[in-house]
Each structure stands twice: as C-alpha cells, then as structure tokens.
C-alpha cells in the first residue's frame, strides 16, 4: 500500500550526518519492514526471497519519486 506520510523523514543511520551537518534535504520511502530481519544478513537473504509485487511496488514508487523530484522547479534554501 502506498500513504502519504507525515513530512518528517528519517534518513536512517547513513544518511543522517547530511541532515545534521549539510543540512541537506531527505526522503524517506518506507516498505513494510515486519519480515525485514528475517532473512536480512544470512545466507538465504537472495533476491529469490523478495515477494514480486512488493519489489514492483517499490520500483514504481521510487521510479515515480524520481521523476517528480527531477521535473519540479521548487529550489531548497537553508535559513542562512
């Protein structure tokens, strides 16, 4: 399923020293990760695993963030 979310994105652990310090702007495209531990870093975590439909939802999500991102002519600003 694909919500809006509430415009508070969390970057994660790599990505937060680009918020913190560069003051960058972020986004966050969040898949239901209830079942992410249980194959994540072992030996059957294979792309054989990955539910189809969820993987073409997620492409389609980020395919269409992307273009939307590319194509918009809103320009950030720091409050400096």
Request: no cysteine; net charge negative.
């Amino acid at each position: 399923m694909i919500a809006p979310g509430d415009n508070n994105a969390g970057p994660g652990p790599d990505l937060i020293p680009l918020r913190a310090r560069a003051n960058v702007p972020l986004v966050e495209l969040s898949q239901d990760g209830s079942d992410y531990f249980d194959l994540h870093h072992t030996p059957d975590d294979t792309l054989d695993k990955i539910d189809p439909a969820a993987l073409r939802q997620n492409v389609a999500a980020w395919a269409t963030f992307a273009y939307l991102a590319a194509e918009t002519d809103w320009v950030y600003r720091t409050a400096d």
